[in-house]
């Protein structure tokens, strides 16, 4: 039975049938360019994924380029890492491109040269920025040029309040991508439920390591999830993800109205088009 098998060890990447339906999303929402080049794992959380991640690539490199501001919880795991943070400016489209070539074209030794750039594309923890497709593809061909892989940490993917923007995951080429989704947001935080999808290369280095290190991702919660998104079917989840992300445009509109009247004259700030984040000067 479905209790049972919620209650047995799984095989480290997930359970076959939520992972199945898994790929079904990302192919549903960012029909990547190869998808057989990639493979998902199912993680406690998104952050646990993000963890192994670092872990993995601060084993190869020790500069790593993210957004500034930068989320505080991956700057605590960093820092403690001793990793070299390289603080790449935003704007209300999140990361500078031009920054960043900047900062890129004119790095002195190339074989310190940053190969890795992390970034919050949506609704950006803490600035509320989210980046452009225009400015997507722009840090797409600078990874390119200087060979990167990108980590693209999306747990506000589903909060955009417009049409969704597609993702660095949607137009990977080259296999340099590392895409970090989480349920938190969508179902429920104490369900610890995310998941990682990344080239086959860099998934079995990740997945080996989630083995030695959690096993894998709750049976339970896994259970769960598929049976919900079963019996919800993409299209389901997808008037869901819609509900929710309607939810937080609706907190975004009261919480701009309240800083417009109550500290017009006092602060700056640029309106999100998604996530739960306003960041004032």
């Known amino acids: ?64 380029l993210v957004d500034s501001p930068c989320y505080s919880g991956s700057l605590d795991f960093l820092r403690g890492f001793g990793a070299n943070i390289i603080s790449i400016n935003t704007d209300s489209n999140g990361m500078s491109a031009e920054y960043l070539d900047n900062i890129l074209s004119n790095w002195s030794d190339l074989n310190t040269l940053p190969r890795v750039l992390y970034t919050i594309p949506n609704g950006s923890n803490p600035t509320g920025a989210s980046m452009s497709l225009e400015r997507k593809k722009d840090i797409y061909n600078i990874a390119q040029k200087y060979n990167l892989l990108i980590i693209e940490d999306d747990p506000y993917f589903f909060l955009q309040f417009k049409k969704l923007v597609p993702s660095f995951l949607s137009m990977d080429t080259d296999g340099r991508v590392i895409r970090l989704d989480s349920m938190s947001k969508v179902l429920s935080g104490g369900m610890r439920l995310g998941f990682f999808t990344a080239p086959i290369p860099l998934w079995q280095k990740l997945v080996y390591h989630q083995q030695v290190t959690s096993l894998h991702a709750s049976s339970l919660s896994q259970m769960v999830a598929l049976k919900l998104f079963e019996k919800w079917g993409l299209s389901g989840f997808h008037q869901h993800t819609e509900q929710i992300s309607k939810f937080y445009e609706n907190q975004k509109n009261l919480m701009v109205n309240a800083i417009k009247k109550h500290l017009n004259d006092m602060v700056t700030f640029n309106e999100p088009t998604a996530g739960m984040f306003i960041w004032m000067k």
């Open 1 to 64: 039975s479905d209790m049972s098998k919620a209650l047995q060890y799984l095989p480290t990447p997930g359970q076959a049938d939520l992972l199945e339906w898994l790929r079904k999303l990302q192919v549903r929402y960012h029909s990547p360019i190869d998808f057989k080049r990639y493979e998902l794992c199912v993680t406690n959380g998104s952050m646990e994924g993000l963890s192994k991640v670092f872990e993995l690539v601060l084993n190869t490199t020790e500069s790593i």
